[in-house]
């Protein structure tokens, strides 16, 4: 005659749940995560004495890291980064998924560390993540609770980061020439995008979803500009602007052009593509032109092209308007204006003079190509 079984345990869709009353505790409703009854079974025992323990004796029960995962993905679905956690979270999960909490250490992320570091991700990324590990531990020792008031943990440990500066990409500000061969080589709608947001210093995401109702009228000067609101939203809702404050882009004659020739394209984005806002620039046709761009390069000069301009960024167009502005002697509190950087010691009200300066400030850039002055002369260590 065979044993009883257990009660407490139901099979759904093949899978062991507990749905069982304990005393003094409550419903314990959960999944055992596997089909195997005996296995079931010995992890249900298994809960019934970690509760048991934790209420006579205050003894913590095990919580394991995808479990806090989860709860700090729930408890923060409200922030913007949200789903670049989740991300993170998800490529951590194979390595420490089934840890628990009070055994989470330098050793035990060692795998996740050398598989990010295979994948050529740089130190600054893995950063991230170990931070959000670190951050959910520190959550679990203070903030969070169980039915017994005890936290989920008793102490965080120190998790060690590394170093950044090993790893840490340099801005690479495009010479004119350089802008010049890159640029003939992107597509039509990229090749406006980058030469916009070289002649104002905007970021990827404020050219990317730049919208005609943030353009403001300048009638004193027949010109206007754009004034970008702090909470935009970029690539994700709740995203925006990087300084918390709201974007004075102000156009340069260039950059002027380029929205008049936008206009009657679409009615709400200024750079649309296919009836929508291009979610990024640095796609696949931008790393394909800049690999085609470095190629050029050492047909025009028979030298091979610098590195960084074989790599280089959407972003880098943002750092050569700055060493433009800078060149072409436009003063530093200015240049914080123009690249949409915080200072607290500039107003966010402009006059029609005021903007006058700012204008010519940007287009003080544009006039140092017509001068046939290289606006950055830059020290370059030769590769090879």
């Known amino acids: 005659m065979g044993r009883s079984k257990t009660t407490g345990l139901i099979c759904r869709n093949g899978v062991w749940h507990i749905q069982k009353h304990i005393k003094g505790y409550g419903r ?22 970690q509760i048991r323990d934790a209420s006579l004796y205050g003894v913590r029960p095990a919580r394991f890291f995808r479990e806090a995962a989860t709860k700090y993905l729930l408890d923060h679905q409200h922030m913007a980064s949200i789903k670049d956690s989740a991300n993170m979270l998800k490529q951590l999960d194979p390595f420490i998924g089934d840890v628990p909490l009070n055994r989470i250490h330098d050793g035990v992320l060692s795998g996740f560390l050398r598989n990010r570091r295979a994948d050529g991700v740089s130190h600054r990324t893995i950063n991230m993540a170990i931070e959000r590990v670190t951050r959910i531990l520190r959550l679990a020792s203070t903030v969070w609770r169980d039915e017994n008031g005890l936290t989920w943990l008793e102490a965080a440990p120190a998790l060690t980061k590394l170093d950044e500066r090993a790893t840490q990409r340099k801005p690479y500000p495009l010479s004119w020439e350089e802008q010049r061969v890159l640029f003939q080589l992107l597509p039509d709608h990229l090749s406006r995008m980058a030469l916009f947001k070289v002649n104002t210093g905007c970021r990827e995401q404020e050219v990317c979803r730049l919208r005609w109702d943030w ?34 882009v102000v156009l340069n004659e260039v950059a002027k052009s ?26 696949t046709a931008w790393k394909k032109a800049r690999r085609r761009a470095a190629e050029q390069w050492q047909v025009e000069t028979n030298e091979p092209a610098p590195e960084g301009f ?40 402009y006059s029609a003079p005021d903007i006058a ?12 190509e017509q001068r046939k002055i290289d606006a950055m002369t830059i020290l370059r260590r030769k590769t090879g």
């Open 28 to 49: 314990l409703c959960e999944s055992t995560g596997t089909r195997d009854y005996a296995e079931a079974e010995r992890y249900l025992i298994f809960r019934i004495n």
């Open 215 to 248: 353009e403001v009228a300048v009638p004193e000067l027949g010109t206007s500009v754009f004034l970008i609101p702090s909470n935009f939203g970029g690539r994700r809702e709740f995203s925006g602007v990087k300084n918390g404050e709201d974007r004075l």
């Open 258 to 283: 380029i929205i008049d020739a936008q206009r009657g394209k679409d009615s709400h984005w200024v750079f649309p593509y296919r009836g929508r806002a291009i979610g990024k620039m640095n796609d």
């Open 310 to 349: 074989g790599r280089v960024r959407v972003h880098d167009l943002k750092h050569t308007f700055g060493r433009r502005l800078r060149a072409a002697g436009v003063s530093f509190e200015d240049r914080q204006v123009l690249l949409g950087h915080k200072n607290g010691s500039v107003t966010t009200h």
């Open 357 to 368: 300066n700012l204008v010519e400030a940007v287009n003080s850039v544009a006039a140092t």
